[in-house]
């Protein structure tokens, strides 16, 4: 049954690429004379299959949102990313609500990253160096390379690569995406070998550019070798799709005892969203064991200002993080975790004035502008709220957990055109296009009176019944 629906899955698949390829002819890129690997699979129709899954993939996992931490990570992907070779750096950075440990990396800059990474990474280097193996896997192209020497290299061949990924969505294993990279089944050992030694040189060069200190990624690799040892039967899948073996260690070891010089090992922010990733993955019925600790260190303390915060003590939470926000008064990290405590508190005029103070320094962050719009949606001045979260969509728009609560505020508001508009885009952006569907149909027959509104929602909707049509074929 597995199979059958797997084989469903991947014809879906070929049709929705075959008809994202001809819709946008006119934009894919002619390879250039002697690029081989363009072409096998052009980076255009890598990004076409990165899109696809992204929205598949965020259908089937739980997306793990907070502002704090996902504005965090984009900013620290980047980073690395720009000292990297991918040539377009441009990223889709996704936070997977999973305690396994995890990362990956799809075609068209795709990174995703288990809450788990944080619990194994000792330090932001042992953090940053598997984030720069990622994309290592990414600039040496290892999903057109697994194509190109493939003794078949035909379309039946690239179809096998492409299930590789669908299983990744299908059996709700994103690191899976991997075997499209280099791990397909029958021919999966030369290459994950090969590729996985190339990911190593690469990653280990953009760590050095990017700061840190190389040393950590031996660190980090035997940190990934005890977790295998100690998970027995239930090895988690990154350390499947990334074999640690000796060898590995001893060659990341040899390159940093020849490194010129020491870089970055640690940071007071990785420290911080370290332990706020620990709170959000904390459930109820934990608290009462992690209460009693002997909280020493800055960011055990912000964590039990965060536990506070969670049993609703805001007066005391609010205490620890002044006494943490005057220790380091310019870490905007604790100066939002205290705006999150006066919004959610009730406190709805200290949090404005207090935000919009950050907001005036730094213009436009998106942690605080979401904090502000949560203070006026409080206030029930969901016009204004709107507004807010307007202005974050036109830099996040494709951010699922954004569009779903701004369509929650323009119902609230009784904008009834711009909730149906902007919630066929949380659904389709969600992979769930017929319901996507259904409200682009709701949207178009409320905007009678505007003809230009009306012409661009039945564009869309041609567009979304071709993914529609796909959809009912797989099924």
Known sequence: MLIRSLKKILFYYIIILAQEFY?????????????????????????????????????????LYDPIVQEWSELFVYKIGEVSKVNKKSFEILLIEDNSLNAFAAPGGIIGIN????????????FASVIAHELAHLSERHFA??????????????????????????????AA??????????????FSRQYETEADREGFLTLGKSGYDTREMSEMFKNMQEIRRLS?????????????????????RERARNAPEEGTIDSLNYKLIKSRVKFLMTDNLSIRALENNNYTTDEEIYFSALLEKKKLNYTKSLEILKGLEKKYPDNLIIKTSIAEIYTESGNVGKSKKYTQDLLDISLGNYPLSYN????????????????????????????????????????????????????????????????????????????????????????????????????????
């Open 232 to 252: 027995g039967d239930n090895i988690p899948e990154f350390l499947l799709t990334h074999p640690i073996t000796t060898r590995r260690i001893t060659e990341s």
């Open 23 to 63: 819709s946008q002819e006119s934009g894919v890129e002619l390879p250039l004379i002697g690029d081989r690997l363009s072409g096998a699979v052009s980076q255009t129709e890598e990004e076409i299959l990165g899109r696809q899954f992204l929205r598949d993939l965020k259908r089937e996992s739980n997306i």
């Open 372 to 475: 502000l719009a949560n203070a006026y949606i409080l206030e029930e001045d969901y016009i204004a709220a709107e507004q807010i979260l307007e202005d974050i969509k036109f830099y996040r728009p494709v951010d699922i957990s954004l569009l779903k609560d701004l369509s929650e505020v323009q119902l609230k508001s009784n904008n009834l055109l711009g909730f149906h508009l902007t919630n066929s885009e949380y659904l389709f952006y969600s992979g769930r296009y017929e319901e996507a569907l259904r409200d682009l149909q709701q949207a178009r027959a409320l905007s009678t009176n505007n003809f230009k509104i009306r012409e661009i929602i039945t564009e869309r909707i041609l567009i979304l019944q071709s993914y529609v049509r796909s959809q009912r074929t797989r099924s």
């Open 115 to 126: 809450a788990g990474l944080f619990k194994y990474a000792d330090n932001e280097a042992q």
């Open 177 to 190: 995406v991997i075997g499209g990279q280099g791990l397909i089944a029958t021919q999966s050992l030369r």
């Open 145 to 174: 390379r697994q194509i190109l020497e493939s003794s078949d290299r035909s379309n039946a061949n690239l179809a096998t690569i492409l299930a590789s990924i669908v299983v990744a969505v299908a059996t709700r294993s994103p």
